[in-house]
C-alpha cells in the first residue's frame, strides 16, 4: 500500500505543477482569445495525456500492484489532494472564498475541468492492470 500511495503523491505533485503552468497560460494567453470554454477544451486534452503517461510512468516506477484495494487507493489519494490544493490555490493565492471557488465548477468549462480531474483520479484503476493480470 505504501507504494501506491508514493506513487499517488507523486503522481498528483508532477500533474499538479503541470496544470499550474498550463492553468497560467490558459487564464492569461488562452482565454483572452478564445474564452474560457475554448481555453478549457484546448488545456483539457493535453492534461489527459499527459496524466496518462505521469500516472503510468508512477505505477511502473514505485510497481503498484494492480489489485483493485491498491489502485483505489491511489486513485483515492490522488483526487483528495488535487481538491485539497485546487481549494488551497484558489483560497491563498487568488483570495477567493471557498464558496467562490468551488462554485467554478458549476459553470460548463468548470464541469469540463472536473470531469477530467475525474478521469486522470480513475486512471490507475485501468493503466497497466491487464498486462499485469
Same mark, same amino acid.
Do not use: H, N
Given at each position: 500500500?505504501? @507504494?501506491?500511495?508514493?506513487?499517488? +503523491?507523486?503522481?498528483?505533485?508532477?500533474?499538479?505543477?503541470? $496544470?499550474?503552468?498550463?492553468?497560467?497560460?490558459?487564464?492569461?494567453?488562452?482565454?483572452?482569445?478564445?474564452?474560457?470554454?475554448?481555453?478549457?477544451?484546448? *488545456?483539457?486534452?493535453?492534461?489527459?495525456?499527459?496524466?496518462?503517461?505521469?500516472?503510468?510512468?508512477?505505477?511502473?516506477?514505485?510497481?503498484?500492484?494492480?489489485?483493485?484495494?491498491?489502485? $483505489?487507493?491511489?486513485?483515492?489519494?490522488?483526487?483528495?489532494?488535487?481538491?485539497?490544493? *485546487?481549494?488551497?490555490?484558489?483560497?491563498?493565492?487568488?483570495? @477567493?472564498?471557498?464558496? *467562490?471557488?468551488?462554485?467554478?465548477?458549476? +459553470?460548463?468549462? $468548470?464541469?469540463?475541468?472536473? +470531469?477530467?480531474?475525474?478521469?486522470?483520479?480513475?486512471?490507475?484503476?485501468?493503466?497497466?492492470?491487464?498486462?499485469?493480470?
Amino acid at each position: 500500500m505504501k @507504494r501506491a500511495l508514493t506513487a499517488a +503523491t507523486v503522481y498528483f505533485l508532477m500533474l499538479f505543477a503541470l $496544470g499550474f503552468v498550463l492553468g497560467t497560460v490558459r487564464v492569461l494567453f488562452v482565454a483572452p482569445r478564445t474564452g474560457v470554454l475554448g481555453a478549457t477544451l484546448i *488545456e483539457v486534452p493535453l492534461m489527459l495525456i499527459a496524466a496518462f503517461f505521469m500516472c503510468r510512468w508512477a505505477i511502473d516506477r514505485w510497481q503498484v500492484p494492480p489489485t483493485l484495494s491498491t489502485r $483505489g487507493a491511489m486513485a483515492l489519494l490522488f483526487l483528495s489532494l488535487l481538491a485539497l490544493f *485546487e481549494t488551497l490555490v484558489g483560497v491563498a493565492l487568488f483570495g @477567493r472564498t471557498l464558496a *467562490e471557488t468551488w462554485s467554478g465548477l458549476a +459553470t460548463f468549462a $468548470g464541469l469540463i475541468g472536473l +470531469t477530467a480531474q475525474v478521469i486522470g483520479a480513475l486512471l490507475p484503476l485501468v493503466i497497466g492492470r491487464s498486462k499485469q493480470r
